[in-house]
């Protein structure tokens, strides 16, 4: 079977923009679908499945209906919530991404915009959309079965564990869906930034040159990480499953990413801490330097 083409809906109310994006995003092999305004894209999405756009990007400014409040329209449906939002604006005062990012816009971009940077952009977003497509499609397996799970501990090493453990992992708790996207940043992080002391500056780096995975891999087999395991165990009680997760990196400067930055908001990486706690571990606590951290899952949520 040939792989889908990612497809795209693109909103702006100014045809020249349009324009722009369909000639940077020319050759990655995406099918762009148009739209000249928030309503016209409401439409569309109103007849649309929950698998026809693998993202959407948005003009923020716009008649009839704006990029705000379509925003707020497609995270309330349930079918488009896992669907990621690029926000274009030259609104880009804190407080306006702030509003854009707590309404569900984790990515965006400042025009005029940068062609690689858009590239990037959507590189990261339809990456995320494909986790969670897998995640979500995995955390429907099973769930009864590990919903009997007690207690458990898992050392993991590369993306490849994390990604397993994370599907594995959510259906120990109510909603599995919602909660596998979480684990799995939370997961990640462990390896790249802990264990392999991968900075997020260095992993935008690697991001727009589309290397970050290869470098992981690299930095895997070095002497110095050989060696290095992170762990996750978990344990259910009456009213929770709670969660720890250590790595056997020197820590970082967790305090700065418990919450979105808006500072952050126009790179393609750095939100996935406050994406966690946002979707699912609102008790989220790091410890001590950082290498290790808490959460849970009410058993009784939804």
């Known amino acids: 079977m040939m792989p889908k083409v990612a497809r795209l809906l693109v909103v702006d109310d100014e045809p020249f923009n349009l324009e722009i994006i369909a000639e940077h995003l020319d050759g990655a092999g995406y099918e762009l679908v148009t ?17 026809e756009f693998d993202a959407l990007i948005l003009d923020r400014m716009m008649p009839r209906m704006d990029g705000l409040t379509l925003l707020k329209r497609v995270k309330q449906e349930a079918r488009f919530r896992q669907v990621p939002v690029i926000m274009q604006t030259a609104a880009a005062s804190k407080e306006q991404v702030m509003e854009g990012i707590q309404n569900g816009a984790y ?25 969670w497509k897998d995640l979500t499609r995995s955390a429907q397996r099973d769930t009864q079965l590990f919903a009997l799970m007690v207690e458990g501990r898992f050392q993991f090493r590369t993306l490849e564990d994390a990604r397993g453990l994370a599907q594995l992992l959510a259906n120990a708790c109510p909603e599995p869906a919602g909660v596998s996207l979480g684990l799995l940043e939370l997961l990640v992080n462990a390896v790249e930034h802990g264990n392999l002391g991968i900075t997020t ?73 406050a994406l ?27």
């Open 201 to 273: 500056k260095e992993k935008s780096r690697l991001l727009h040159q589309g290397l970050w995975e290869k470098d992981v891999a690299r930095r895997l087999e070095l002497p110095e990480n050989a060696q290095k395991w992170a762990e996750v165990s978990f344990r259910r009680d009456s009213d929770a499953v709670r969660f720890t997760i250590r790595d056997q990196g020197d820590g970082f400067d967790w305090k700065a990413f418990q919450e979105f930055d808006p500072a952050r908001a126009f790179e393609p990486n750095g939100r996935g801490i």
């Open 276 to 302: 966690a706690r946002q979707l699912c571990f609102a008790d989220l606590e790091y410890l001590g330097n950082g290498s290790e951290l808490r959460f849970s899952v009410s058993v009784s949520q939804g």
């Open 107 to 131: 990515y965006y971009l400042t025009k005029p915009f940068d062609g690689e940077v858009l590239a990037t952009i959507v590189r990261a977003a339809l990456a995320d959309r494909a986790g």
């Open 35 to 51: 739209a000249n305004d928030g309503q016209e894209a409401w439409d569309l999405l109103q007849n649309a499945g929950e698998d």
